[in-house]
Structures are given as structure tokens and as C-alpha cells.
């Protein structure tokens, strides 16, 4: 994902500007873009007038055939009653109160995390009109931010369901930052999908072969059994797996390396699931530090909400940052 600063009133401008141009590039027409355009604006407006400022997130929507995803990010003072700040008319800052109403109304999906005290976060989605997409329920949200400064991300990660109703999660980070790791990542994540849904092991045996000529990548695979009722994970180096189901949280074991040059143990280990289990898996990017309990209800949201909040609030800051979350 893009990231835009929103610090200043200069800032909404700018990011009007950008996502925008990435709206056209994605196949929206003029007046689409124009409804893109008017909730960007209304979303980095709020993040000044309610946030103390904050960031937009910004990028394709991976599950519909033209459509982009918005997130707007802060840590102001966020909302007691979400349904009453949707209202229009309601405002607590001496504005008109129409800005939230308008994403809403003009937005194809919204969906919104806060709790007072502990800021915002927005999910903005805009489509094609007649395009097709997804219906229900979504499963999977991914959110890649590059280290600031960067202009492409070293993280990537990536889906793939299989015929049998399994699915097979990646997390890969190029070792590094910048055009190098992003190559690293990228190769990784090709070759994840021309071997998925496979044991975790063969994935990990291919990617590791096919990396060798770039400047590798720590990489981990999930893969969950056609009736979700077991979760296979294997990873090399430093990337973070969390499994939630009805049973609580575990953390998902990795072993040492660098996927393309040094591997020392390539194993997968089997986790039983209760219910319907979440996967949550990240890049280093992202501190180990954090915990549910510090986010209530957050797995409840859209996974692409639920990423974007554990960006904001345990994101490092000094490198790329990947966050996936896959909801069962």
C-alpha cells in the first residue's frame, strides 16, 4: 500500500491527488474517481479537524475487478458512539457534521474501528459500478507499508485457495529494504503461488531453491486443512505467526534462515483449531510486543481493518511493514 501524511491542510490536496490517479489506473471512470476524490478528502479532513492528524493507506482492492481500498489512520481521542458519529448533523468540532455521513453514503464498503482514547481507523472501499467482486463476508486483509522514505515495500504476502477448499497463506520479507527486498518478496510470493496449497514444507523447499539469485527473504506459510479444523505452518527467519480460535491465541513457530541462502531446519508444525480460527502473520516490521488484549474486539472487524490497526499502533517505524490477517 501507498502511504500520504496527513499533517497539514496541504496534505488532503496531495492525497486527493494521488489515490485519484491510482482510482484511474484501476479501471474507475471519471465519475467514480470523482467519488473516490470527494471521500479522500472528507476522510483527511477528519483526520485534521479530529485525529491531530494521522495517515491514509491507500491501494487496489485484491478481491474485486476494479475497485481501490482507502484507510485513514489516527491516535486522537476516537469515537464513543460510531453509529451516532455517522449521523449527519453530529460533529464535535464545530463543522457541519457531514463529513463521516458522506463516506458513507458514497463509499461501496465502510467500516470503522475506534475506541475513545485509543484513536481511529477507517476502511474505505470503492468500486466499478457494475463490476464484479466479492460477495460476503471478507477473509483476508494484507497491509504492506514501505519504511518511510521508500517508495516500494520488502514485505508481500498473498492467498491461494485450493480446489479441495483449503487455503494457504505467505508472509514474505526481503531481507533489507527498498527496490532489493521488494524483488526478494516478489519472487517469493510468484513462486508461493505456482506451488500452493501444498504442505508447507514444498512450498518452503521452492521458494528457498528459487530465491538463490535474489538477496533473500524471511518467509512463512500457513496452510489450513479443507474442513478448518487444522492449521500446518512452517517459516524461515523472522516472520510472526499468531493462531486465534475458540481455545485462545499461539504463537506459530519459525525456524532460523534466510530463505535463498541459509536454512537450517525446514519443518512444519500442525496446530488443531477450535471454531473458526483467525491467522494473523507479520514481518518484523511489526514489534512481537503486542497483544489482544490491548484490542479488544479487534479480530471481530474486517481483517483488512484489523491489519491496519495493529500497523498503526506496532508498527517499528525503521523498516517495511507486513501485517496479514485471514479470518476463517
Not at 30 to 49: D, F, H, P
Not at 80 to 102: E, F, I
Not at 143 to 162: F, H, I, L, Q, Y
Not at 227 to 237: D, E, F, L
Amino acid at each position: 500500500m501507498d502511504r500520504q501524511p496527513v499533517d497539514d491542510p496541504s496534505h488532503v490536496a496531495e492525497a486527493r491527488r494521488r489515490i485519484s490517479t491510482l482510482a484511474a489506473r484501476a479501471g474507475l471512470d471519471e465519475t467514480e474517481c470523482g467519488r473516490v476524490s470527494l471521500v479522500v478528502t472528507e476522510l483527511a479532513r477528519n483526520l485534521l479537524q479530529h485525529g491531530g492528524g494521522g495517515e491514509l493507506l491507500f491501494g487496489l482492492d485484491a478481491e474485486v475487478d476494479a475497485g481501490v481500498e482507502v484507510l485513514a489512520l489516527d491516535r486522537g481521542r476516537g469515537m464513543a458512539d460510531v453509529a451516532r458519529c455517522l449521523r449527519d448533523g453530529y460533529s464535535t468540532a464545530g463543522t457541519p457534521g457531514t463529513g463521516l455521513g458522506a463516506v458513507q453514503r458514497l463509499a461501496d464498503e465502510i467500516a470503522i474501528h475506534s475506541r475513545p482514547g485509543a484513536g481511529t481507523v477507517i476502511l474505505a472501499r470503492l468500486r466499478r459500478r457494475g463490476g464484479t467482486g466479492t460477495s460476503g463476508p471478507r477473509h483476508l486483509g494484507l497491509v504492506t507499508v514501505p519504511r518511510s522514505g521508500e517508495t516500494v515495500c520488502g514485505d508481500s504476502g498473498g492467498m491461494v485457495k485450493g480446489s479441495d477448499g483449503s487455503v494457504a497463506l505467505l508472509m514474505a520479507d526481503g531481507l533489507g529494504h527498498g527496490e532489493l527486498a521488494a524483488v526478494a518478496s516478489r519472487e517469493a510470493r510468484r513462486l508461493f503461488r505456482a506451488q500452493a496449497p501444498r504442505d508447507p514444507v514444498a512450498i518452503l523447499q521452492a521458494v528457498h531453491a528459487g530465491l538463490r539469485h535474489t538477496r533473500g527473504a524471511a518467509v512463512a506459510v500457513a496452510v489450513v486443512a479443507p474442513n478448518g479444523r487444522s492449521v500446518s505452518y512452517g517459516g524461515i527467519g523472522n516472520i510472526a505467526g499468531l493462531l486465534v480460535d475458540e481455545s485462545g491465541a499461539r504463537r506459530m513457530v519459525s525456524h532460523n534462515g534466510t530463505a535463498g541462502h541459509t536454512v537450517f531446519k525446514l519443518q512444519a508444525f500442525s496446530y488443531d483449531v477450535a471454531g473458526h480460527p483467525t491467522i494473523v502473520m507479520h514481518s518484523d516490521g511489526l514489534s512481537t510486543s503486542w497483544s489482544l488484549d490491548s484490542h479488544p474486539g479487534l479480530l471481530r472487524q474486517d481483517p483488512t481493518l484489523a491489519a491496519a490497526t495493529l500497523y498503526r499502533d506496532h508498527a517499528r517505524g525503521r523498516d517495511d511493514c507486513g501485517v496479514l490477517v485471514w479470518k476463517g
